[in-house]
C-alpha cells in the first residue's frame, strides 16, 4: 500500500542545473498537485492536474514544468535551479470528490547553491 | 490580505488542557474545510474534515462560521502527541480544483 511516492527526499543543487522530482501514486486518484513549503508561507500550490493529459498553473509556477502522460505519474522538473526554489516539495493526490481527502509524498528537501 | 489566515503560535499548553485555534477565509465562495496535522519534517495529513453543522472525533472537534468566515478547531484533554503543526485548508467547489493552506499554527503540549 504505497500511496504517494516521491523522489529523491534530498537534493543539493548548483545554480543553473536542471533536474526532476518524481511523484507516483497508486490509487488511481484523478487530481495531483504539486506544493512548495517555505517558512512562513504555508504550502504554494505550483501546478496541478486534474486528469492525464490536463495541467494547469497554480500560484507559484515560474520556473517549473510538468506533465501527465499517465494517471499514476506527476512529474515536476526544475528548468534552471536558483537559489529561490530552495524549499521542500510535496505531491499530493486525491480523487476530485467533494470532501475527499488530500494524500501526501514524504517530501523533498531541496536545496541549491 | 491572505486567502486563509492562521495565528502561527506558538502555543505552548500543558498536557490535559484544552486549546482552540481559529482560522479565517477570505472567499465567501470556499466550499470544502480541512484541518490538517503536520509533524516535524513530515507529510500533512488529514485531521479531520469540517462540515456545517460542526463535527468532532473523539477529542477533537471542529466549527464552520460561514457568516463570519471562519473555522475552528477544538482539543480536549490535549496529550503529548498532539504536538505537531495544525494546517487550515480551504477548497472553491464548483469546478475548482485548489487547495488553499494557511500558514499552519504550531502547537507543543508540555508534560
Known amino acids: 500500500n504505497a500511496g504517494v511516492t516521491q523522489t529523491p527526499k534530498f537534493q543539493v543543487l548548483k545554480t543553473g542545473q536542471s533536474m526532476t522530482l518524481q511523484c507516483a501514486q497508486d490509487m488511481n486518484h484523478e487530481y495531483m498537485s504539486w506544493y512548495r513549503q517555505d517558512p512562513g508561507m504555508g504550502l504554494r500550490l505550483i501546478h496541478y492536474s486534474v486528469g492525464a493529459g490536463i495541467t494547469d498553473q497554480g500560484e507559484v509556477p515560474n520556473g517549473y514544468n510538468v506533465s501527465r502522460s499517465t494517471t499514476e505519474d506527476f512529474p515536476l522538473r526544475l528548468l534552471s535551479a536558483a537559489p529561490s526554489q530552495t524549499s521542500v516539495y510535496f505531491c499530493a493526490s486525491r480523487p476530485t470528490q467533494r470532501n475527499t481527502e488530500a494524500f501526501f509524498g514524504q517530501g523533498t528537501r531541496l536545496t541549491v547553491v | 490580505r491572505k486567502e486563509v489566515e492562521q495565528d502561527p503560535g506558538p502555543f505552548n499548553v500543558p498536557e490535559g488542557a484544552t486549546v482552540a485555534f481559529n482560522c479565517t477565509y477570505s472567499?465567501?465562495?470556499?466550499?470544502?474545510f480541512f484541518w490538517y496535522r503536520q509533524d516535524c519534517r513530515k507529510e500533512p495529513k488529514l485531521l479531520m474534515s469540517?462540515?456545517?453543522s460542526g463535527n468532532e472525533d473523539g477529542r477533537f472537534t471542529a466549527q464552520l462560521n460561514r457568516a463570519s468566515q471562519y473555522i475552528s478547531l477544538l482539543i480536549r484533554d490535549s496529550k503529548l502527541s498532539d504536538s505537531a503543526t495544525y494546517l487550515c485548508v480551504v477548497r472553491r467547489d464548483f469546478g475548482n480544483e485548489k487547495l488553499t493552506f494557511g500558514t499552519g499554527t504550531r502547537l507543543t503540549i508540555i508534560p
Open positions: 469540517v462540515y456545517s
Open positions: 472567499n465567501s465562495a470556499s466550499q470544502s
